[in-house]
């Protein structure tokens, strides 16, 4: 009976002594659950935050100085665009002047006087309105811009055709089938190509205005 008890009492002890947690035990188990909580914190906020409110490294301009940047062109741009749309009236020209006046000879004289005469005020026209910055935006001309100067550019090409097919082929119905013809054309296909070149990157020189 003696030994009963004690066998007893010792299993008692090594139950205790197995399953029982030490305060060593309690602090290792307190530390492990704190950091399991932690990283378990840490990937929930990494993976529920949203794309807007994750960490840019892009550096964006301020407003104010964003509204600041503007853009000139260049006069080697200016000439590219004078010389291309020469030759793509000059060829609309000569088919209108063959076509009324009957005559190759007549046609390629309209044609040559009007390439000569226009070419440079054409020049002289987009450096004016380079200096003009209404209908500018960030990066290219405004449709508004491309159509104003659509109209006026053929206001004054309508009058310069119209005199220089008046002396040369000498018939004013014949010089108002030119202007006529040219102007329904020339008019949209300008608005085309300004709409063409204001995609185009190359000749644009961007500055930025600082205020104080």
């Given at each position: 009976m003696f030994r009963l008890c004690w066998l007893l009492i010792f299993a008692a002890s090594a139950h205790c002594y197995f399953h029982v947690p030490t305060p060593v035990s309690l602090r290792n188990q307190r530390f492990v659950s704190d950091r399991n909580f932690r990283n378990e914190r840490r990937k929930t906020s990494l993976f529920s935050a949203e794309p807007n409110e994750k960490r840019s490294t892009e550096y964006k301009l301020p407003v104010n100085l964003e509204k600041s940047v503007t853009y000139t062109e260049s006069t080697l741009r200016s000439l590219a665009k004078a010389v291309v749309w020469r030759i793509t009236a000059a060829i609309i020209t000569l088919i209108s002047s063959l076509t009324f006046s009957k005559s190759?000879?007549?046609?390629?004289?309209?044609?040559?006087?009007?390439?000569?005469?226009?070419?440079?005020?054409?020049?002289?026209?987009?450096?004016?309105?380079?200096?003009?910055?209404?209908?500018?935006?960030?990066?290219?001309?405004?449709?508004?811009?491309?159509?104003?100067?659509?109209?006026?550019?053929?206001?004054?090409?309508?009058?310069?055709?119209?005199?220089?097919?008046?002396?040369?082929?000498?018939?004013?119905?014949?010089?108002?089938?030119?202007?006529?013809?040219?102007?329904?054309?020339?008019?949209?296909?300008?608005?085309?190509?300004?709409?063409?070149?204001?995609?185009?990157?190359?000749?644009?020189e961007y500055q930025i205005d600082f205020f104080i």
């Open positions: 190759l000879a007549t046609a390629l004289s309209i044609v040559t006087s009007d390439f000569l005469t226009k070419s440079g005020f054409m020049f002289l026209g987009e450096r004016v309105w380079n200096k003009v910055s209404w209908g500018k935006g960030k990066k290219e001309d405004g449709m508004q811009r491309s159509l104003a100067k659509a109209l006026l550019w053929r206001l004054f090409a309508a009058g310069n055709t119209l005199i220089c097919g008046i002396f040369i082929a000498r018939d004013l119905s014949v010089a108002l089938k030119i202007v006529g013809s040219d102007t329904v054309f020339k008019t949209g296909l300008f608005y085309l190509n300004e709409r063409a070149w204001a995609r185009v990157e190359w000749g644009k």
